[in-house]
């Protein structure tokens, strides 16, 4: 398995804002995640991010609203730029390893606009 | 458009029951297909998972019955406890999309004393 540390794990935020969220892992992964699941919602994948190339965004997500960076193998950044109340969701980590089928989940990150 | 659909929305089952939950795909190139489990407040856990060259894979109280020719997949849960009231959802992948989850709308499941 895999131990997966993403902070903030809540934030209330100003809408026009952006927030920045970590994402932490205790090995060397691949595939790294990012999904969105909005209050009482299923997840949703937002974009997957490899390390040294750019993040493949999932259609109604777009790189101007979501930057990704990916700078090594444990580490990912998902920014939620300019945001608006339709943001406010838990925005959730994920890493794939065992040949890149079995995918662990951070704790998640539950953000507010106001 | 929702790859994955998952029933009931909720469901209710008393202690020592049968917990049965149901999937059903249409992307016949998934290969992949992990259950998982979430408590409020927590990521989702993943509880079990099965490739579609099984029919049936058990871990514990935990049963998944796989049928490729109907594209369904079940989650049996025996014996459930009240600690297993949670949110279950399927999930399906493939290899082509690096094995990224589309996700069933989620079940929440009470189980009474």
């Known amino acids: 398995s895999a131990v997966i540390s993403q902070k903030p794990s809540r934030d209330i935020c100003q809408r026009g804002t952006s927030l920045t969220i970590q994402c932490q892992v205790d090995?060397?992964?691949?595939?790294m995640f990012w999904y969105r699941q909005q209050p009482g919602q299923s997840l949703t994948l937002i974009a997957t991010a490899n390390q040294g190339s750019e993040a493949t965004y999932e259609s109604g997500f777009v790189i101007d609203k979501f930057p990704i960076s990916r700078p090594n193998l444990t580490f990912s950044t998902l920014t939620v730029s300019n945001m608006s109340p339709e943001d406010s969701s838990i925005y959730l980590c994920?890493?794939?390893?065992?040949?890149?089928?079995?995918?662990?989940f951070g704790q998640g990150t539950r953000l507010t606009v106001v | 458009q929702q790859q994955v659909k998952q029933s009931p929305q909720s469901l209710i089952v008393q202690k020592g029951g049968i917990s049965i939950i149901n999937c059903a795909y249409e992307?016949?190139?998934?290969?992949?297909f992990p259950w998982y489990q979430q408590f409020p407040g927590k990521g989702p856990a993943l509880l079990i998972a099965i490739r579609p060259d099984v029919s049936e894979k058990k871990e514990g109280r935990f049963t998944i019955s796989f049928n490729k020719s109907a594209k369904q997949f079940s989650l049996h849960i025996m014996d459930s406890q009240p600690g297993d009231s949670a949110t279950y959802f399927c999930?399906?992948?493939?290899?082509?999309?690096?094995?990224?989850?589309?996700f069933g709308k989620g079940t929440s499941l009470l189980v009474t004393p």
């Open positions: 994920s890493v794939a390893i065992g040949g890149n089928t079995e995918a662990f």
């Open positions: 999930a399906a992948s493939n290899r082509p999309s690096g094995y990224a989850l589309n």
């Open positions: 992307n016949t190139a998934f290969d992949y």
């Open positions: 090995s060397q992964v691949t595939m």
